[in-house]
């Protein structure tokens, strides 16, 4: 007793430590399980496209006899019996394995009947295992076809009570067929669907033809082939570097039906039928709704869903001017209507190494499977027929010597050595001829014996000449995939191209224009900065008389239309921009313009002008400073405005004025009623500045700043009524040099110092 614990004291665990580094200890465990989640989990194997979990799946289905013509079975027993023998994990991550092998809208082609609720394209989740139901469908029968035939190795289950197939032997290309994502450490994969028919071709193809370049496959394969349809719209270059490389990504974008007749603010409606893959219905509609409600696509009115087995979405326009085409291309680049799916080919070899291939490297690696398997079950074939040649010939002499044989059994207390002894048998003849019930020796014909024989010698001669020889396998496998291919035919329900293949541009940026109905406006500013936009174009003369607040006058007015934006600029040097569909309609009087800008407190509007691409503003501020500056420059996105002007110390933006096409010249007075005229080419074009000196002063600062046409003369308007204008053409005497004092104005000049 003593001894032994002597002896078991001798193992202290402690012994077993080992001293290493910190990190070199961490990245050899982190090495172990990143290895396990590349290879056992994450990443699908080439041959047969499944991961581990799928692959059990399948395989414990098989053993449940759930095959498509047996009933359903609930999925609970098959979680159990997967998570039970093959899988030791949680049975969650196992159902919902289960569960996407049965989407319609996430396989191209499912590999589990459902029976329940298995989820749908909205995004719902699947109901819980006890309340659904499964069976496997006909392409995974086909997927697995060929695992009693010797086809592949089959190795123990974790705990070593049962036996796994190490992959599916089936001619099914599932890996293209119904692609596969997946992210492990430090690596992913991202395959989408393919047409079956199309794989098949390229295969056939590559047999013929090893030398074939991924552009000649892809005459076979066209590019993806989604669950759920849509167009792929890149161009066939893109598509060809994609599938060399094994990386690259897709523009898939959404299908429209034919516009339909439809009631409310439209007489007509757009349908979508198809959605980009990947993308959940009920989230695409609230996206499009959201637009709706932010006001960001003015021209959509209202969207619906109507679907039911199929998908319809319906889009309602704003009006029935609006044109269908930009309609789309504004949902193309404002939702989900148009999505990237990536190419990311990282899969495992048959050496289960994760790499990236292209086309035709896993066809290649395919074909080669499908050659091993076709060798396999050749072999084991040749094994099966020679063991029953063997028994043949066994039945054979039993036949010829039956008598004899009946005497050897009735007299010898060991009858099989004696047999084998006196005919020459082997130990499985001898046995096989014993264990013979005795209602088959009536039907032991030599005959009909001789006849099976002559079958499967002339079967055998023909597997070894399949075994011998490459061409004949290349035939087969040929004749094999062609077989396959009637059942997925691009004329049948189940292998029909749902995706189309289309070049198409990006969605272009829609002009704001193009999402506004176009009507005309006069838009009203008042002196306390009321602003209003009146329907119609209104005769500007008589707008002084018109409705406004108590104490309050006209301002600006100009004429506009609904699609136009209106700047406005403040004498802080900053301007501001509105929409005209967006200011407030002249039932009332109005809304404050600093409700819907942030104009600063001190600050007052001195222009109101429409936004234009080509024009060009004339700005001057109080201390005689000014510059010319693009209209399209001073646009601001944001109610903040867009500081143009940058003002010196007690000065403030003076006058804002447009300069015509063919002005060449400017015309500044000061508050010292002293004026200059100068070519406008003296002025620099700027987007932002204090602008150079256009007059001094001695005293008071700039009153008023215009440009001209030189040879038409300076005009202002004559006092009174009388609506009369005064023009000078002759200017030389105030024809200077930018900067200069100036002299006074033409006898007749407004008192004001105004030219307006």
């Known amino acids: 007793m003593a001894d032994s614990t002597i002896k078991d004291s001798d193992h202290d665990p402690f012994d077993a430590i080992v001293d290493a580094p910190f990190d070199r200890a961490l990245s050899q465990r982190y090495l172990v399980y990143a290895m396990s989640t590349i290879t056992a989990r994450s990443l699908p194997d080439l041959r047969d496209g499944l991961k581990p979990v799928q692959r059990r799946l399948l395989w414990a289905m098989r053993g449940l006899k759930l095959d498509p013509s047996q009933g359903y079975k609930k999925c609970a027993r098959v979680v159990g019996e997967v998570i039970g023998k093959y899988h030791p994990h949680g049975d969650q991550s196992v159902y919902d394995a289960m569960v996407r092998l049965a989407q319609s809208f996430a396989l191209r082609f499912p590999l589990v009947d459902g029976q329940g609720n298995f989820g749908n394209i909205d995004g719902d989740g699947a109901a819980a295992f006890r309340y659904t139901e499964a069976k496997l469908t006909r392409v995974a029968v086909d997927l697995m076809a060929g695992l009693d035939e010797g086809t592949v190795e089959f190795k123990p289950t974790y705990n070593g009570e049962e036996r796994e197939p190490e992959i599916m032997p089936g001619l099914?290309?599932?890996?293209?067929?119904?692609?596969?994502?997946?992210?492990?450490?430090?690596?992913?994969?991202?395959?989408p669907p393919h047409n079956v028919a199309e794989v098949i071709d390229a295969a056939s193809l590559l047999i013929d033809n090893g030398d074939a370049t991924t552009a000649e496959l892809l005459e076979c394969v066209r590019g993806p082939d989604l669950p759920t349809g849509g167009i792929i719209v890149d161009s066939a270059a893109a598509i060809v570097n994609a599938y060399a490389t094994g990386r690259g990504s897709f523009r898939v974008r959404a299908r429209f039906g034919e516009a339909e007749k439809g009631t409310g603010a439209g007489s007509w409606q757009l349908i979508v039928t198809e959605i980009p893959y990947h993308v959940q219905k009920g989230k695409l509609i609230e996206q499009i709704a959201q637009l709706?409600?932010?006001?960001?696509?003015?021209?959509?009115?209202?969207?619906?869903?109507?679907?039911?087995?199929?998908?319809?979405?319906?889009?309602?326009?704003?009006?029935?001017?609006?044109?269908?085409?930009?309609?789309?291309?504004?949902?193309?680049?404002?939702?989900?209507?148009?999505?990237?799916?990536?190419?990311?080919?990282?899969?495992?070899?048959?050496?289960?190494?994760?790499?990236?291939?292209?086309?035709?490297?896993?066809?290649?690696?395919?074909?080669?499977h499908q050659f091993e398997v076709l060798l396999n079950r050749a072999r084991h074939r040749l094994g099966k027929i020679d063991d029953r040649m063997e028994l043949l010939d066994g039945y054979i002499i039993a036949f010829l010597n039956l008598d004899r044989i009946i005497e050897i059994i009735r007299t010898e207390d060991e009858p099989r050595p004696i047999m084998m002894a006196e005919f020459a048998l082997t130990e499985r003849q001898a046995e096989a001829i014993l264990n013979m019930r005795l209602r088959s020796l009536r039907r032991l014909e030599e005959m009909e014996l001789r006849h099976e024989r002559e079958g499967l010698e002339k079967e055998r001669a023909e597997l070894v000449k399949l075994i011998e020889s490459p061409a004949r396998q290349r035939t087969r496998l040929k004749r094999d995939l062609a077989e396959m291919r009637k059942v997925y035919a691009p004329d049948t329900p189940l292998g029909a191209r749902r995706t189309t293949i289309e070049e198409a541009a990006p969605a272009r940026d829609i002009p704001l224009e193009a999402m506004i109905e176009r009507e005309p406006v006069t838009v009203i500013l008042s002196q306390r900065g009321w602003i209003r936009a009146m329907k119609g174009h209104a005769d500007l003369a008589a707008l002084d008389a018109g409705k406004f607040k108590e104490g309050d006058t006209l301002a600006f007015a100009l004429h506009a239309q609904t699609t136009d934006r209106i700047v406005f600029a403040c004498d802080n040097g900053r301007f501001y921009t509105l929409g005209a569909d967006k200011l407030p309609g002249a039932r009332g009087f109005g809304e404050p313009l600093r409700l819907m800008v942030d104009i600063d407190s001190d600050a007052n509007v001195v222009a109101m002008t429409r936004a234009s691409a080509t024009a060009k503003l004339l700005v001057a501020s109080s201390d005689g400073r000014g510059f010319v500056v693009p209209l399209a420059a001073a646009v601001s996105e944001t109610r903040k405005g867009r500081q143009v002007v940058n003002l010196r110390k007690n000065a403030r933006?003076?006058?804002?004025?447009?300069?015509?096409?063919?002005?060449?010249?400017?015309?500044?007075?000061?508050?010292?009623?002293?004026?200059?005229?100068?070519?406008?080419?003296?002025?620099?074009?700027?987007?932002?500045?204090?602008?150079?000196?256009?007059?001094?002063?001695?005293?008071?600062?700039?009153?008023?700043?215009?440009?001209?046409?030189?040879?038409?003369?300076?005009?202002?308007?004559m006092g009174g009524d009388s609506g009369r204008t005064r023009t000078e053409v002759d200017l030389t005497p105030w024809r200077v040099a930018r900067g200069a004092a100036g002299r006074m104005p033409p006898t007749g000049f407004p008192r004001n110092n105004r030219f307006d």
Request: no cysteine; net charge negative; proline share 4%.
């Open 172 to 191: 099914f290309p599932n890996l293209l067929a119904n692609g596969a994502s997946g992210i492990a450490v430090g690596m992913a994969t991202s395959i």
């Open 292 to 368: 709706i409600v932010d006001k960001k696509l003015p021209i959509l009115d209202d969207v619906r869903d109507e679907s039911d087995e199929e998908i319809r979405i319906v889009l309602v326009p704003k009006s029935r001017n609006v044109d269908p085409e930009i309609l789309q291309e504004s949902l193309y680049r404002l939702t989900d209507l148009e999505t990237r799916i990536s190419l990311n080919m990282n899969v495992l070899d048959a050496s289960h190494t994760p790499r990236v291939m292209g086309l035709k490297e896993v066809l290649e690696h395919w074909l080669a």
């Open 653 to 717: 933006l003076k006058r804002v004025r447009m300069i015509g096409t063919a002005h060449d010249y400017a015309a500044v007075i000061g508050d010292n009623r002293k004026l200059v005229v100068f070519p406008l080419s003296e002025l620099p074009e700027m987007v932002r500045g204090q602008g150079v000196m256009m007059q001094r002063y001695r005293d008071g600062g700039l009153a008023d700043a215009v440009s001209f046409r030189f040879e038409d003369g300076l005009s202002w308007a």
